[in-house]
């Protein structure tokens, strides 16, 4: 059956999130390069990457410091400007050419209103908080499936992470593509024959796509 739907995880694969977290950085008075380097660390490990923050301070409570940034007017905001550069011009043409557009990624609640700023081409932003299931649950992909009444096998899913993309939305029965950059990507990149797909920039995604279109059935089915 004929991929009809792009569902796009948002960062480091729509989005360029360095400015994240150096101001996450700079709220626990932490030399920014400092941080990189221990977040890229807690990852290579394994580690979920909100382990980071206990390096620096000790049970956190990341839904009380986003609070106080907020009343501080610190909080980070999704800008225009964060968008990798590849990432609009790609769901611009994916929608010009049929394709239905979901951007749904691990984000808050308050983060949808940021996202819809962007000025993105989609038919639906979500986040993982109205889905109710953070990925990898499986419940976030059925979620997905569910509020845009496509079957697995007609969707394709787009992220930087092996972990929480390419082998979640393959276990959902969706084609999996993996784009290897942020931290993420380069970490997980010589994992990238986990996914259907590996791409290096976004504007490679539309032929990508038709080639796989074009695969004889058994030909997809063993890749």
């Not at 390069?33 to 301070?57: C, K, N, P, S, W």
């Not at 990341?62 to 790609?90: S, V």
Request: with cysteine; proline share 6%; glycine share 6%.
């Amino acid at each position: 059956m004929p991929i009809k739907a792009v569902f796009f995880d948002l960062g480091e694969t729509l989005i360029d999130e360095t400015r994240m977290w150096r101001e996450w950085a700079a709220y626990l008075d932490v030399p920014a390069d400092e941080f990189m380097q221990a977040l890229e660390a807690t990852i290579v490990r394994g580690e979920h990457h909100r382990r980071v923050f206990d390096q620096y301070r000790p049970n956190l409570d990341l839904a009380a410091a986003r609070r106080e940034r907020m009343a501080n007017g610190t909080n980070y905001a999704y800008r225009p400007g964060d968008l990798y550069p590849d990432a609009a011009p790609c769901l611009k043409a994916l929608q010009s050419s049929g394709y239905f557009i979901a951007v749904a990624g691990n984000q808050p609640r308050e983060a949808l209103d940021d996202m819809l700023t962007l000025g993105l081409d989609a038919d639906l932003m979500t986040t993982s908080a109205h889905l109710g299931h953070e990925k990898p649950a499986p419940e976030f992909f059925a979620a997905l499936l569910s509020r845009t009444g496509f079957r697995p096998n007609e969707v394709a899913y787009v992220g930087d992470r092996i972990d929480n993309d390419v082998l979640p939305a393959r276990a959902a029965g969706m084609t999996a593509v993996f784009i290897p950059r942020g931290i993420w990507g380069r970490i997980h990149a010589a994992r990238g024959d986990a996914a259907d797909i590996r791409i290096n920039a976004l504007s490679e995604l539309a032929d990508a796509l038709a080639r796989r279109r074009e695969m004889p059935p058994e030909q997809r089915a063993a890749d």
